[in-house]
C-alpha cells in the first residue's frame, strides 16, 4: 500500500485564504489551545448533548466544527505529550497516566509547540492540569518546556474541583485557592493577557481539570438539571453542571480577548485530552476513556479563527492533536523540528479544501487494554492485540510492564468501517482479507517503530 494516506474530505465549507503562513510585516496569529479533562465527543449541545453550553454553541458558529477529531491517546499523560510534540507518546515515553513520585515524565529533549512558540517571539503560558511531570521536583517544570507562566497541578485538582489546595504557580505551592478550578484557572489566564505588551504575539495551553473525578459542581446548575431532567439521577445532573460551569469560565475567556482586542487574530482550539467515561458523554461509539475504540479518543473539536476558517463550517476529515504542531508551525512561519520523526501532519490543506495527505497513519497504543492499538486510513480502522501479559498489569506503569511493551507483539486484528459502522459492531476482517493484511503489515511496521524507538524508565 502506498505509504501516504489519502483522507476523502467529508462536508466541508470553508473560505479560500491566499498564504496562511504570516507573511514579513504580517501580525502574528495569537493561540490558544483549551482542553476539557474526560469530557466525551457529545458533552457539549453542539455535539448532541442536553448540557447546555451557550458560550461553547456560539463559539463552534463562529469557527468550524470537526467530527472526526482524536486525541494522541486514550488516556491523560499520553495525550497531553501528543498535543504538545507532535509525536506519538509511546515514542517519547510516556506510556500511561503520570503518578506522584515517578520516573516517567515529558523528558526535557522533547520539543514542545511552546519551545518553538517562545523561540519565534511567542509569550508563553500555561493554566490548569499539567500531569507531564512532578511540580516541585528535579523532573523538567513547565518553564523548562517552553512555558513563561504556569499555573496548574500535577494531575487532579484536589481534594476536588471546589476549593482546590495543590495548584503550583511558576514552581511555588500556593495553598488552598477559593472557588471552582475552572474559574481559577480562567481568573489566571486572564490576568496574564491582560498582562501582556500591546501586540506581543502570544501562546497559551488552558487544560481544565473538569470532568474528571473527583467531581464539584455549583449547587445552583445541579438543580437546575435536577429539574429539567427529573430522570436522571444526581450523578449525571451533578456532572452536567460541571460542563456548563466550565461553559461559563470558557465565556469568560473569550469575552476577555474580545476585551483586550486579541479576539480577531487568535486560533482558539478546543477539545478534550481523552473519551468520557459514561454513556451519554460518548453516544453511539464504542468504548470509553482507555480504550483505543473510538470512544476512548474521538473527541471534540472547535477551531475558531477569523478570517481565516469560515464560520458555521464543518469538517469530517479524520484530525488529530498530534497535527496541532505542524499546524502551528506552519502558520506562524516557524521551523519544525527536523531531528526526530513528528507524526502529525498540517491542517492547512483542510482549510483550502483540499485532501489531506498523511506520511504516517493515525495510530494510538496503549499496553494496559485490549486490544492495545488501533490504525487509521480513512473509514476503515484496524484494532491489533498485544501476546498476553504472565502477569496482570498494574495501574500504574511499573518496572515489569515496560519489558512487555518492549517484547509484546500485535497478534490479532479485527477492522471496522466507521463510515457504515460507526459503533464497531461488525468485524469485516473475513470479508477483507486482502485490506486487512495490507492494514495488518503497515500498523505492525509502525508499532515496532515507535516502541523501538521508545526510552527505558530507571525505578529506584
Partial sequence: MNQKQLVLIGAIFLVGIQGFSTAVGEEKPNVLLVMLDDSGWTDFGCFGSQIQTPNIDAFAKEGMKFTDCHAAAPNCSPSRVGMLTGRMPTRVGVYSYLPPNHPMHLPDDEVTIAEI????GYATGHFGKWHLSNLESSQPQPNDQGFDHSLGTDNNAEPSHLNPINFVRNGKALGKIEGYSCQIVVDETNRWLESLPPGKPFFSCVWFHEPHNKIASPPALIKKYQNLYPQISKKQATYYANIENVDIAIGRLLEKLQQIGRSENTFLFLTSDNGGLNEWSNQGLRGRKSFVFEGGQREPGILRWPGKVQPGSV????VSHLDLLPTLCEITGAKKPKDRK?????WLPIFSGKPLLRNTPLMWFFYRVAPAAAMRQGDWVIVGF???????HTHALSPKDLPYIKTAQLNRFELYNLARDQKQATDMSKSEPKRLTEMRQEMIK???EIVAEAPVWKFE
Avoid: A, F, I, Y
Fill in 446 to 448: 509502525l508499532h515496532r
Fill in 342 to 346: 513528528l507524526d502529525g501532519t498540517s
Fill in 315 to 318: 469538517s469530517n476529515v479524520p
Fill in 117 to 120: 512558540m517562545k523561540s519565534n
Fill in 386 to 392: 498485544l501476546d498476553e501479559p504472565q502477569s496482570k
